[in-house]
């Protein structure tokens, strides 16, 4: 393994310290527990929106701290949730009195610890309400999910209820928000390489020379099935067959796209894949209106991508254009 | 070798098409001979601004091609200079009357067929004005480079020429900008992984399981010296003072401060390079006052960083922080 680190115990908060000097200006971090925070909250009478899990999937979810997105993220240990007293925190650091949106993704041991949060917060008088993202197609149970993961809609259900909160919109209104993103969300990926978990110190898992994972989760969990290596053009029309199927989406749809490296796929090659997925989605009929590429929900340095498709409306397209202002996502400001 | 490609033959005119679906608001790609434009130009009376060189350094050049930066980029294939026509036809494409500035980094081929083509089109009465950039500290001449090579600093100096041009500056005081950004800015590279050559198949060079290659070029050129890996504390150590030591910087002085990944490692391993980045230079008395952290200017999928400073005086300053709507550099639009 190498990897630019100094050991594995202290990389998450190494990568943390790098994040507040880099981006002061947008977002604070607290350790112990550890807590991303935007610069200016609590911001009173907007709704607070918390998110979290593991680390090792950045930007997600530190990067996407700031005006217009998530007000505070609570990074857990590579793959590992944060605790309830991280998200506690959390919940105290956001809370400016019109209540505190929690955007969790579907594995067990976040909805657990989110779930547990919430109870304390709401011990304290608190209004919490929890939108649980479970948009990839790959497979429905795994070790460590009921039902299906949550994967790359999470970044375009933040952004829409950080948008939505921004305006005002009361906790109600910004987690119906949020549910719309991931109802009308679908994702699915693909692994050419296995991460390396620091602390483990070799690959999670193996793939022959000429072969894929199909449906591999962020976490390396496996997928759908083990493919021989492609062209780009049919793995992506295999990748958006099963996004379009699953909705579904349809002819006449207009959808945000989203082409995600896993964390060690240059940027050359999600451009191609962005190329065969345009041209996939205008043979059926399908109009992207609006697109993301690059690297926003990585597993470690796993060689990758994923497809998010949105199906969006006019309240989501309106909510997407709005202002945003984190390290990862910034446009408006 | 396993990519998200079709063919090696058409990577580099596939990612082209990525880049023009997804960024249509901001950018147009011809192809034969191949360039990227911005949406509006020429822009009529402002100095036209073109880079180019090689592909597989996404999101270099064309990624950075929008308001405020590039007008075009002219893309060769992988690891291989553009050709004179294209960069002819880059130049018919932006200019607006005022002139064309040509960013070329240092290598044999580019600055030989950007020569040509400034002599093309100076014979069409064309003014056209060419500042190289040469910021690598790591050696002074390689195979394929009389003097220092060209990386990180490109960067800079196409942002800062491209706010002096969009302000209306003739093409000498944009000129004189651009090799300021570039006479104040070095360089350094290391490598823990070699990126592979599409065509090629197979990793440019080999280094053992402990091992890094310090003062890398972007086309897997060997550096200074292979090394055992060591905690990214020292290995940031040894950086910065090769950066320090060189120019020389010195307490009190104002950087802009870069850290940039190769193509396979992931921003959780960057920010931790920024962090070490941070306290060494707090510690010189070195202050940053701007930064960028990602994937700017790669070397395919190798995995490794490089670390750009640049000496900042007020008016480069100010360019900086002018608006830039680019695909890959984006704010104040």
Known sequence: MKKLINTPERLVQDALAGLEAAHADLLCVSYDPDIVVRVDAPVQKKVGIVSGGGSGHEPLHGGFVGRGMLDAACPGPIFTSPVPDQILAATHAVDGGAGVLYIVKNYSGDVMNFEIAAELAQAEGLEVTTVLINDDVAIKDSLNTAGRRGVGSTIVAEKLAGAAAEEGQPLAEVA?????ANAMGRSIGIALTSGTVPALGRPTFELGDDELEFGIGIHGEPGRQRMPMMPVSELVALMAEALLADLPFSHGDRVLAMVNGMGATPQIELYAVYAELDRYLKAAGIQIDR??????????????????????????LRLWDAPVCTPALRWGC
């Open 291 to 316: 697109r993301l590429v690059g690297n926003l929900i990585t597993s470690l340095d796993m060689a990758g991508c994923s497809i998010t498709l949105v199906r969006l409306d006019d309240e989501m």
């Open 176 to 180: 119906r928000i949020c549910a719309q």
